[in-house]
């Protein structure tokens, strides 16, 4: 992980960015649903569980007012 000022309307924040180069042998790339069902249900790292992290983001993105179509996709493939 790594944190990043960002500009909001109350002043600069620090924000937790997740980022993964293309190039990693890390990166996946697109992956099945089947397999990404599986990563959602099971998958958990240093902050909680990936389900929860989805769930967080696609809230904040809500509330915001910001469609976020994979996002969205990935919270109805994971049943949400």
């Known amino acids: 992980p790594r944190w990043l000022a960002c500009r909001t309307q109350r002043g600069t924040v620090n924000a937790l960015a997740f980022?993964?180069?293309?190039?990693?042998?890390?990166h996946t790339g697109r992956l099945a649903?089947?397999?990404m069902r599986h990563i959602l249900a099971h998958a958990r790292g240093r902050y909680g569980t990936t389900?929860?992290?989805?769930?967080?983001?696609a809230l904040e993105l809500r509330r915001r007012g910001i469609q976020d179509r994979e996002v969205e996709r990935l919270m109805r493939l994971a049943g949400d």
């Open 51 to 57: 389900l929860d992290y989805l769930r967080e983001t």
């Open 33 to 35: 649903d089947a397999q």
């Open 19 to 26: 980022t993964l180069h293309r190039g990693s042998p890390s």
